[in-house]
């Protein structure tokens, strides 16, 4: 499902600035970079560090809020209802798995497998606690970044998902739903994976800010 309206240009332009200012921190040599909220996970040159240990090393002030953390609960749980509505789970079942996360994507050439996004894959298979994969995006297909679509691969043909400010896509993590993005050609395209689990044994809990 594609759904327009479940996020407001304001949300998404304040989470893709929480996004902004984690991967400032960081960065990937290639041109794919993740932050990881929950994990702490940030892509740095050719692997990753934890950017909460950064932040509190280093004294940084300013970089996360709590309302930051906040409104990433509040667009999750509205994701985690559309998806329960949508596919008629009740939503206690859905349970937030690893990994959850912000993506930065570039024109940079991959330096390692982490940057090669654009080969088709299946979820489940990539991350096993897959059972609903969601993507929020950030940034505008056309305006803000070329290439970078979503595209969903069929026997019959392609559908084809075009990235929009608040537009939330999702569906279920199978191999029923295999999947790549293409190579972005300019600018650059934030989004956020959120993914759900039906196993509470996958379950993580919503990040909060680190003291």
């Known amino acids: 499902a594609v ?3 479940l996020v407001t240009p304001v949300e998404a332009s304040q989470l893709q600035r929480i996004a902004q200012r984690g991967l400032a921190l960081g960065g990937s040599n290639g041109g794919a970079s993740i ?3 929950h994990s702490g996970a940030l892509s740095k040159g ?8 950064l932040v509190k090393r280093n004294n940084l002030k300013n970089i996360f809020s709590a309302e930051d953390f ?6 999750k749980n509205r994701i985690q209802s559309a998806i329960a509505t949508r596919f ?5 079942r859905l349970h937030l798995t690893h990994p959850t996360f912000f993506s930065r994507m570039t024109t940079k050439p991959a330096q390692t497998i982490h940057d090669e996004y654009w080969h088709p894959h299946i979820d489940k298979e990539t991350y096993g606690s897959f059972d609903y994969t969601s993507l929020l995006y950030l940034t505008d297909y056309g305006h803000d970044f070329t290439g970078g679509r979503f595209v969903f691969v069929d026997k019959e043909t392609n559908s084809t998902v075009e990235p ?5 896509s999702f569906f279920t993590s199978g191999s029923e739903n295999l999947h790549f ?3 972005v050609a ?19 809990q919503d990040p909060d800010l680190k003291s």
């Open 181 to 183: 993005v293409e190579k």
């Open 46 to 53: 050719d692997s990753f560090i934890n950017v909460f240990e």
């Open 3 to 5: 759904m327009d309206g």
């Open 70 to 75: 906040s409104l990433y609960r509040k667009v």
């Open 88 to 92: 008629g789970i009740q939503k206690d």
């Open 164 to 168: 929009r400010t608040g537009r939330v």
């Open 35 to 37: 932050l990881d909220l």
């Open 186 to 204: 300019s600018g650059t395209r934030f989004a956020i994976t959120v993914s759900f689990s039906c196993d509470p044994q996958h379950a993580i």
